[in-house]
């Protein structure tokens, strides 16, 4: 079983929708959750650590669920620069702090 | 930017071929995290270097292994490559083990033919 999974997508929706990517995790002791941003052949960004409580920023909304182990990412008022492919991605801090990255979730914002 | 470099950017190898790929972290940073990213896949932990010392291992066989420098950057060294080795080597740099956020370099694009 993986360690995160998450829809692969592809999501094509127009500028100004909502669109909300989920993703579930299988290792009750991991201890750190994010969103990272990959455009297509570049490295992967860190778009936003992700707390129980839920955090904000600008258009973007994280919110984590650690019983049902469960993450989302919502994305308000789409732009075409929000074109990427999203990963969600969990830590186990297990002597070294491994990042465990889903496949990824390609959004393509159409004008 | 994040200030963490990888070179080369892009590499052709044959199947038996060594390979050795290079990190420099972002300043101040004593943490190297190297990471395989398939196409179409999420990338996969390899190994993490902490203070010159392995801090940790992912699932791939000892063929990879890596070093740590004193001034921190790292070097990623694949032995006998093979077809499937082909992917996007990307390295991570981080302040200490206390501390969750990686700063992901480049990467490295490696195609084993």
């Known amino acids: 079983r993986k360690e995160v999974e998450q829809d692969p997508g592809p999501f094509n929706v127009p500028e100004g929708a909502t669109v909300a990517f989920n993703c579930t995790y299988s290792?009750?002791?991991?201890?750190?959750f994010f969103w990272y941003r990959q455009d297509c052949r570049k490295e992967p960004k860190l778009l936003m650590s992700?707390?129980?409580s839920g955090n904000e920023d600008g258009r973007f909304t994280a919110q984590l669920n650690r019983a049902s182990q469960y993450i989302s990412l919502l994305i308000r008022d789409s732009k075409l620069s929000d074109s990427a492919t999203y990963l969600c991605?969990?830590?186990?801090?297990?002597?070294?702090?491994?990042?465990?990255f889903g496949t990824g979730t390609r959004l393509t914002v159409i004008p | 930017e994040t200030g963490v470099t990888q070179s080369p950017t892009h590499l052709i190898k044959t199947r038996g071929q060594q390979v050795t790929l290079r990190c420099s972290s972002q300043?101040?940073?004593?943490?190297v995290s190297w990471y395989q990213q398939a196409l179409g896949q999420g990338p996969q932990f390899i190994f993490q270097?902490?203070?010159?010392?392995?801090?940790g291992r992912g699932n791939f066989p000892p063929r990879f292994s890596g070093l740590q420098f004193p001034n921190y950057s790292s070097e990623l060294n694949v032995n006998a490559l093979e077809l499937d080795d082909s992917a996007l080597y990307l390295c991570?740099?981080?302040?200490?083990?206390?501390?969750?956020?990686?700063?992901f370099g480049p990467g490295t694009r490696l195609t084993v033919l």
């Open positions: 300043s101040g940073h004593n943490t």
């Open positions: 991605v969990v830590m186990l801090k297990t002597g070294a702090n491994n990042l465990f």
């Open positions: 991570a740099s981080s302040l200490g083990l206390a501390t969750d956020t990686q700063y």
């Open positions: 290792n009750s002791a991991s201890q750190s």
């Open positions: 992700v707390y129980s």
């Open positions: 270097y902490y203070r010159e010392e392995e801090n």
